[in-house]
Nanobody, 123 residues
């Protein structure tokens, strides 16, 4: 069983910054891609940023230059530094991870989601 625990959401004024954290716990051999998604009211969930185990990153066009994703493999934790926040960034942010876990036959791949953390940006 692998769990993701997110923290760092909250209310911030436009132009401000927030840092989200997501820690994975459980019987984990390694974690491949980790990422952040968001879902605004009435909209579909979308990828915000992702980072591979080697550090390669991907960003949504809407956040490029403002957000930065990073990870600490020793702590199984991924971070999202959000700067120059806009009201359009208001959403529930979800952490996503692809851990490799032990199994009867060696190992298996999982996909796990966090419970979500609300980010509200006021104008």
């Amino acid at each position: 069983q692998v769990q993701l625990v997110e923290s760092g959401g909250g209310l911030v004024q436009a132009g401000g910054s927030l840092r989200l954290s997501c820690a994975a716990s459980g019987s984990i051999l390694s974690i491949n891609t980790m990422g952040w998604y968001r879902q605004a009211p009435g909209k579909q969930r979308e990828l915000v940023a992702s980072i591979g185990s080697g550090g390669s990153t991907t960003y949504a066009d809407s956040v490029k230059g403002r957000f930065a994703i990073s990870r600490d493999n020793g702590k199984n934790t991924v971070y999202l530094q959000m700067n120059s926040l806009k009201p359009d960034d208001t959403a529930v942010y979800y952490c996503n991870a692809n851990p490799v876990v032990p199994s009867t036959y060696g190992y298996r791949y999982l996909e796990v989601w966090g419970q979500g953390t609300l980010v509200t940006v006021s104008s």
